[in-house]
């Protein structure tokens, strides 16, 4: 694709205008707020009010696994909404039912029963208030480089910056070192025999470990083989249960349902959000392992919401698993990410401002550095929660520039593209991908 005009671009339109001044922005200093308005969307592309499209390359906040034409989950939404809109927790409908069966059969191992939220951030809140009521124990292990969620629980057991604004949070959250090589002094497989000792140190009081087997955010960490299963080892030894959030890993993303699939290995205690629904609409789920299950049939599961199993959210979650399943995506996503990964290599091999690259299936990042031999970064993580803008966003700029969608986040560009993309549609791009490139290239220390 050819680079855009150099016209000067209008200002924001009517609605922009209104949703600037009347709606919060997220994660932002309100004043560098100036939302962009999405006019239509199909396939892997979006169009914006002023005629411009874009190829969705991180899949909005990667969780439009399934593009933005998924025909059978938009019928579902629209069926369910004339039958029954909405009913009370204590009531049931089909889709709730049958896709509650649908996850125990896609998951892992014997996770077996679900609880149904209406987001990611509230599906590790469900999974945090379980872990504490199984064990009868109330510290939660996580790590520094994660994302679960902006509620008071998920934030506290976060350990991105975006945390901080929120301390002190909930207590009895701890936090562990990450199987991140470029930016630790423990390698990865160091850093877990660390989480041991930590557990040992905390004597009997953890009542989880909680990850994302592969990190997303917080720029696609990848963890070696063996990694989650001693982690889980070291869990049970403890007597501790191993949660794994895979809000934005899971269904498909990897090339297998789930993140944790990748290392087969099955956690006591998993959250899923985003491509449940292909984020057609707001659905959360935590899935526990049939013992843990069990245990709530003499004991009080004491929580709840009012749109627990919502049936308009979950009639598209149905749907979506069923497309997954019909239009065989998770395998396609394997073959296709394969492509994608060997074409990000050909970046970095023409880029020296690419640091690193990493990950799995259409489930990738892209690490910039100013000094490769020094890996000194571009974005700090302080970047985050401080005003302005950094070289990685203008690298992500001037990818919009040539007509594609990446999201940047800190040092890492955060490539996680509809399920459905076509090698041509990746060809395009990577081509616009390279051309922001060329300004981390620029801006490199000499």
Same mark, same amino acid.
């Given at each position: 694709?050819?680079?855009?005009?150099?016209?000067?671009?209008?200002?924001?339109?009517?609605?922009?205008?209104?949703?600037?001044?009347?709606?919060?922005?997220?994660?932002?200093?309100?004043?560098? +707020?100036?939302?962009?308005?999405?006019?239509?969307?199909?396939?892997?592309?979006?169009?914006?009010?002023?005629?411009?499209?874009?190829?969705?390359?991180?899949?909005?906040?990667?969780?439009?696994?399934?593009?933005?034409?998924?025909?059978?989950?938009?019928?579902?939404?629209?069926?369910?909404?004339?039958?029954?809109?909405? +009913?009370?927790?204590?009531?049931?409908?089909?889709?709730?039912?049958?896709?509650?069966?649908?996850?125990?059969?896609?998951?892992?191992?014997?996770?077996?029963?679900?609880?149904?939220?209406?987001?990611?951030?509230?599906?590790?809140?469900?999974?945090?208030?379980?872990?504490?009521?199984? !064990?009868?124990?109330?510290?939660?292990?996580?790590?520094?480089?994660?994302?679960?969620?902006?509620?008071?629980?998920?934030?506290?057991?976060?350990?991105?910056?975006?945390? $901080?604004?929120?301390?002190?949070?909930?207590?009895?959250?701890?936090?562990?070192?990450?199987?991140?090589?470029?930016?630790?002094?423990?390698?990865?497989?160091?850093?877990?025999?660390?989480?041991?000792?930590?557990?040992?140190?905390?004597?009997?009081?953890?009542?989880?470990?909680?990850?994302?087997?592969?990190?997303?955010?917080?720029?696609?960490?990848?963890?070696?083989?063996?990694?989650?299963?001693?982690?889980?080892?070291?869990?049970?030894?403890?007597?501790?249960?191993?949660?794994? =959030?895979?809000?934005?890993?899971?269904?498909?993303? !990897?090339?297998?349902?789930?993140?944790?699939?990748?290392?087969?290995?099955?956690?006591?205690?998993?959250?899923?959000?985003?491509?449940? *629904?292909?984020?057609?609409?707001?659905?959360?789920?935590?899935?526990?392992?049939?013992?843990?299950?069990?245990?709530?049939?003499?004991?009080?599961?004491?929580?709840?919401? !009012?749109?627990?199993?919502?049936?308009?959210?979950?009639?598209?979650?149905?749907?979506?698993?069923?497309?997954?399943?019909?239009?065989?995506?998770?395998?396609?996503?394997?073959?296709?990410?394969?492509?994608?990964?060997?074409?990000?290599?050909? $970046?970095?091999?023409?880029?020296?401002?690419?640091? =690193?690259?990493?990950?799995?299936?259409?489930?990738?990042?892209?690490?910039?550095?100013?000094?490769?031999?020094?890996?000194?970064?571009?974005?700090?993580?302080?970047?985050?929660?401080?005003?302005?803008?950094?070289?990685?966003?203008?690298?992500?700029?001037?990818?919009?520039?040539?007509?594609?969608?990446?999201?940047?986040?800190?040092? *890492?560009?955060?490539?996680?593209?509809? $399920?459905?993309?076509?090698?041509?549609?990746? =060809?395009?791009?990577?081509?616009? $991908?390279?051309?922001?490139?060329? +300004?981390?290239?620029?801006?490199?220390?000499?």
């Amino acid at each position: 694709m050819s680079e855009r005009d150099s016209r000067i671009e209008p200002g924001p339109n009517e609605i922009e205008r209104t949703d600037r001044e009347h709606v919060f922005g997220t994660w932002s200093y309100q004043k560098e +707020v100036s939302p962009t308005q999405v006019v239509d969307a199909d396939g892997v592309r979006f169009t914006t009010a002023d005629g411009e499209e874009y190829i969705d390359f991180s899949g909005q906040l990667m969780c439009s696994n399934l593009g933005h034409s998924a025909e059978k989950v938009a019928d579902a939404i629209d069926e369910q909404a004339r039958e029954a809109a909405y +009913v009370a927790p204590n009531y049931t409908t089909r889709a709730r039912a049958k896709l509650g069966e649908k996850l125990a059969e896609v998951t892992p191992g014997s996770l077996s029963k679900t609880f149904f939220s209406t987001s990611g951030t509230e599906a590790v809140e469900a999974a945090i208030k379980i872990a504490r009521f199984y !064990t009868g124990k109330r510290k939660i292990v996580s790590r520094y480089r994660s994302y679960h969620g902006a509620t008071y629980g998920s934030i506290s057991v976060t350990g991105d910056p975006r945390r $901080l604004e929120s301390e002190p949070g909930i207590p009895g959250t701890i936090k562990a070192p990450d199987p991140y090589a470029y930016g630790s002094t423990l390698d990865p497989m160091e850093s877990v025999e660390y989480i041991d000792e930590m557990l040992a140190l905390e004597g009997d009081t953890v009542a989880a470990i909680l990850v994302e087997p592969i990190v997303g955010s917080n720029g696609i960490l990848v963890p070696p083989e063996g990694y989650l299963s001693r982690l889980k080892e070291i869990a049970h030894d403890h007597g501790a249960l191993l949660i794994c =959030d895979e809000v934005m890993a899971g269904f498909g993303r !990897t090339g297998e349902w789930f993140g944790c699939d990748v290392f087969g290995v099955e956690p006591d205690i998993m959250t899923m959000a985003k491509g449940l *629904t292909g984020a057609y609409q707001p659905l959360g789920a935590t899935i526990v392992t049939s013992e843990i299950a069990e245990h709530f049939e003499e004991n009080m599961l004491c929580h709840g919401h !009012t749109y627990a199993g919502h049936p308009v959210a979950v009639a598209a979650g149905l749907a979506a698993i069923e497309t997954y399943q019909e239009e065989n995506l998770i395998e396609r996503a394997s073959e296709v990410g394969e492509y994608l990964g060997d074409r990000i290599e050909e $970046l970095a091999e023409n880029h020296p401002s690419v640091g =690193d690259t990493r990950g799995v299936g259409l489930f990738r990042g892209v690490e910039l550095t100013k000094h490769p031999e020094k890996r000194v970064p571009f974005g700090e993580r302080e970047d985050k929660i401080d005003t302005g803008t950094t070289v990685v966003d203008e690298v992500s700029a001037t990818a919009a520039e040539n007509g594609t969608y990446v999201a940047s986040m800190i040092n *890492t560009l955060i490539v996680a593209p509809p $399920l459905t993309i076509t090698e041509a549609e990746i =060809d395009e791009a990577i081509e616009a $991908l390279d051309a922001g490139l060329d +300004v981390s290239d620029a801006a490199m220390a000499h």
